[in-house]
């Protein structure tokens, strides 16, 4: 397969209002003012905002920023300076531009750049006023925080040669101008003139005296020490024997290793840095009394120490507000392969410690939440409303509302965005009669704000790739699981993609190695589990070894028992001869996904890879037709 190369990038495009008017009434004069126009503004705040000009439109240019925020910046002060430019010109000599900015996946061909970001940008740009600025939503989204420019929400457009509407936004040039005096201000000079001196001095004795009444108690009050904050966490300088250097070494840097991977693996939440932690080295330890100072809900407190030629780690999660232990296990390194085992330890504490959170978090937050709630209590609300309705499709919609209301709230909150865009995987994957090419438009939108508003999550490119495997798009699925990968090593989910990437682009062998690597990291999700046995089972299936893929399937389904690892297990039970517990599983199958037949497998389309297709006609379609699985 020809690989694209692709990236992230925030895209403008700049156009000259009425030029073919302009050339046809003065084309030297027109040439000559947008050449100056560009040497003395223009190209100067292009580089000063580390854009990047692609190539010229003749009459505009296209643009790419590394960031969005840059891009927005450079939008507005191109305009504000043309403003001034055109001021006290006639109309017929004015050069207005138009200007949209669009964040999208580019396509690099040496130079230049395409794709549907590059025509979002085109669109906008058409929709902008003269000397005006168009945004799409997820650019509008990223820079709401971080720049003072207010936004004009002009609704979703339809425009041409773009399949969904876009939702637009105009940005405010005079937003971010100096505030205008206000009157009172003007009147102040003349209450200090003559007579009305008399009136102001008493004024501002009185006004004096009455923010004393008030200011003084307020000092006296401790200002209100905010909650701690959903999976707020610190690591603790970890204990050793004190008769050991190397031990106490060894300590120091699993809890620094733990503190790097886990803020790496957890984005969403808030890792409490070690130089800051490592105050508490050697203390006793008053879990509240910490948890208040570092403003954290838990604690991760361990010891290291030798048993001959072994290294004994004990890890702990402490809830800092209560001191409540919440989980705790030991782990084993062999002193001969430390590097090794070291590296494999700090995986499996990640994926533990992580597990443990996520399941100490939910339990906080069964009831719904109070009026003042904040992104991360109500996205933690709805998972947990979804868990206590065991995973139903229900549950999925019903903590989409909750999604929703934090998304009102902050339309940048990412843990609240991927919530959203994984109740819409849900839908695709176990509603028989939902609109998947509206589901896949829907997730598309949601991953791409995703991985535009945190670039350096790995959830966030996970979804990203999740989404371009269900489009079928291999290649650019790979490259963003690979940045999940890069940035969140430690995930059981990233690997188990990768394998089911390799599955459906007919690369089974390599499939099983990936589950392997998943299955080291001992995943304690049962999702997590029940899809990397999925993934074993179907590559086994593909291969022929059906004693390995009933094993697999088994397994995934004991966990996570749900339509798909059930139609595998019926096929591999037909294919290794054993036609009645085939029956059985069928019977199971078609209680969960009433209606299924081998048709209304192939239209949901998993992957068009030719060498799959060999496979699952081969092996499971064959092994469906022996155990009784309608064709149509």
Not at 275 to 284: E, F, I, L, Q, T
Not at 309 to 319: E, F, G, S
């Amino acid at each position: 397969m020809a690989r694209d190369h692709r990236r992230l990038a925030a895209i403008v495009l700049l156009d000259v209002v009425g030029y073919s008017r302009l050339m046809g009434e003065d084309e030297s004069g027109t040439l000559a003012a947008l050449k100056a126009h560009r040497r003395e503004l223009i190209d100067p705040k292009i580089s000063e905002h580390d854009g990047r000009i692609v190539k010229g439109t003749g009459d505009g240019l296209l643009l790419e920023f590394p960031s969005v925020v840059d891009a927005v910046r450079c939008a507005v002060d191109v305009q504000r300076g043309m403003a001034e430019r055109n001021a006290g010109l006639a109309a017929e000599q004015r050069l207005d531009f138009r200007i949209g900015i669009n964040v999208g996946d580019i396509i690099i061909d040496g130079d230049d750049i395409f794709g549907d970001g590059v025509n979002v940008a085109a669109r906008l740009e058409s929709l902008a006023d003269p000397g005006g600025i168009c945004v799409s939503r997820v650019v509008r989204d990223q820079v709401l925080d971080k720049l003072s420019f207010t936004f004009e929400d002009l609704g979703a457009q339809q425009v041409k040669n773009i399949a969904r509407p876009i939702d637009v936004y105009r940005v405010d040039l005079g937003s971010d101008a100096p505030p205008v005096k206000l009157r009172a201000r003007q009147r102040w000079p003349r209450l200090t003139r003559g007579p009305g001196r008399l009136i102001a001095a008493g004024c501002l004795v009185l006004g004096i005296a009455g923010i004393a009444v008030w200011a003084v108690p307020q000092f006296r009050k401790t200002a209100p020490v905010p909650a701690p904050a959903v999976y707020s966490i610190a690591i603790l300088p970890f204990s050793a024997s004190a008769s050991s250097a190397a031990d106490g070494q060894l300590a120091e840097t699993l809890a620094q290793a733990l503190t790097s991977a886990l803020g790496r693996s957890l984005p969403s939440s808030r890792v409490v840095s070690y130089s800051v932690a490592a105050n508490y080295r050697s203390k006793p330890i008053d879990a509240p009394a910490i948890g208040r100072e570092l403003n954290v809900r838990y604690l991760v407190e361990g010891e290291a120490h030798r048993a001959g030629d072994r290294i004994l780690v004990d890890a702990r999660l402490v809830d800092a507000v209560s001191g409540a232990h919440v989980w705790g296990n030991q782990f084993e390194l062999v002193g001969t392969q430390l590097p090794q085992d070291h590296d494999s330890l700090i995986r499996k504490l990640v994926t533990q410690l992580g597990a443990a959170l996520w399941n100490a978090e939910l339990r906080r937050f069964t009831a719904s939440p109070g009026p003042n709630a904040t992104t991360g209590e109500l996205s933690m609300h709805a998972y947990a409303v979804w868990y206590q309705d065991n995973n139903t499709l229900k549950g999925a919609r019903e903590a989409r509302k909750w999604f929703d209301q934090a998304l009102r709230l902050d339309p940048s909150d990412g843990q609240a965005i991927g919530g959203r865009w994984r109740t819409l995987l849900y839908e695709l994957d176990f509603d028989p009669n939902a609109d998947a090419e509206h589901l896949l438009r829907e997730m598309d939108e949601m991953s791409f704000r995703a991985v535009s508003i945190n670039n350096n999550s790995g959830g966030a490119w996970g979804a990203r790739a999740e989404t371009l495997l269900r489009q079928r798009h291999w290649e650019s699925a790979l490259e963003a699981n690979a940045k999940a990968e890069k940035l969140d090593p430690n995930s059981v989910a990233v690997l188990g993609q990768r394998s089911a990437i390799m599955y459906l682009t007919g690369r089974p062998a390599e499939a099983l190695a990936l589950v392997e690597t998943a299955l080291a990291l001992e995943p304690q999700f049962p999702e997590d589990i029940g899809w990397v046995m999925l993934q074993r089972c179907r590559a086994s299936l593909a291969l022929g070894r059906y004693d390995d893929a009933v094993v697999a399937c088994e397994k995934s389904v004991a966990v996570d028992d749900w339509w798909l690892p059930h139609l595998y297990l019926v096929a591999a039970h037909s294919q290794k001869g054993k036609p009645n517990k085939a029956s059985t599983e069928r019977a199971r199958l078609l209680q969960l996904r009433p209606g299924i037949s081998i048709a209304a497998f192939k239209a949901l389309r998993y992957s068009d890879d030719p060498d799959y297709l060999l496979q699952v006609e081969t092996q499971l379609y064959a092994g469906l037709r022996k155990a009784g699985i309608p064709e149509n």
